[in-house]
């Protein structure tokens, strides 16, 4: 597609709940990133992969965070038991290589509220 | 602890003049830097870059400026106009495979 697609555009989960979020980079970008923003704090690394592998998953604050790109194009970001303090808007980036001479090209997010 | 640093979490300026935004570094090893704008509901959008072996970098109404010695760097925006209104994030990356580390991001409001 022309851009990054995230879907859904809003999440409302209860406390405990598994939640899926979606990415769909742009065709052919073989970087992917989730960052996750916070009210009133920037954007927050969780976890890059480079194809379908994740090279960098220091970010991701505990176990009950998981992503995966079986196909080395749409990822999925899956959370388990969910807790209030995820509440959130998770972002998902693509460039075309890991390199960041043109920087990143973001989807609009997810807002995920635990209830 | 963190690595970049936006410590004015706003900014106001009248259309027409200067708008300056700051931000500050701690980690020397940082080798590239970007700007991004966001505006409610969107996700950020790249806007301006420059690479460590420079001191400036210009694209139309926006320049951007580093000091590598002071750790800080900043984006002019000039003239102002009410549009630039947005939440601007400076990131700062080194190396290829790294991912982008961002401020907390200054809230621009241009008043006409």
């Known amino acids: 597609g022309a851009g990054v697609s995230q879907t859904p555009s809003n999440k409302v989960t209860e406390k405990g709940k598994y939640v899926e979020l979606r990415c769909d980079p742009i065709?052919?970008?073989?970087?992917l990133y989730w960052y996750r923003q916070s009210l009133g704090q920037g954007p927050e690394f969780l976890i890059y992969?480079?194809?379908?592998?994740?090279a960098d998953d220091s970010g991701l604050p505990n176990d009950r965070f998981f992503a995966v790109r079986p196909e080395g194009s749409v990822s999925t970001l899956k959370i388990q038991r969910t807790e209030r303090g995820d509440s959130a808007v998770y972002l998902c980036?693509?460039?075309?290589?890991?390199?960041w001479g043109y920087g990143y090209t973001f989807g609009s997010g997810t807002r995920l509220t635990v209830v | 602890d963190q690595q970049v640093k936006q410590n004015s979490p706003s900014l106001s300026v009248q259309e027409g003049r200067i708008s300056i935004l700051n931000c500050d570094y701690t980690?020397?090893?940082?080798?590239?830097f970007l700007w991004y704008k966001k505006y409610p509901a969107e996700g950020p959008t790249f806007l301006i870059s420059?690479?460590?072996?420079?001191d400036k970098n210009e694209d139309g109404r926006f320049t951007v400026f580093l000091n590598k010695s002071a750790k800080h760097l900043s984006l002019h925006i000039v003239p102002s106009q009410p549009g630039d209104s947005a939440v601007y994030f400076c990131a700062a990356i080194y190396s290829g495979n790294t991912p982008l580390v961002f401020g907390k991001g200054t809230r621009l409001s241009v008043i006409a």
């Open positions: 992969f480079q194809g379908t592998g994740a």
């Open positions: 065709s052919g970008h073989t970087a």
């Open positions: 980690n020397s090893m940082f080798d590239y």
């Open positions: 980036a693509s460039s075309p290589t890991g390199g």
């Open positions: 420059i690479s460590s072996i420079k």
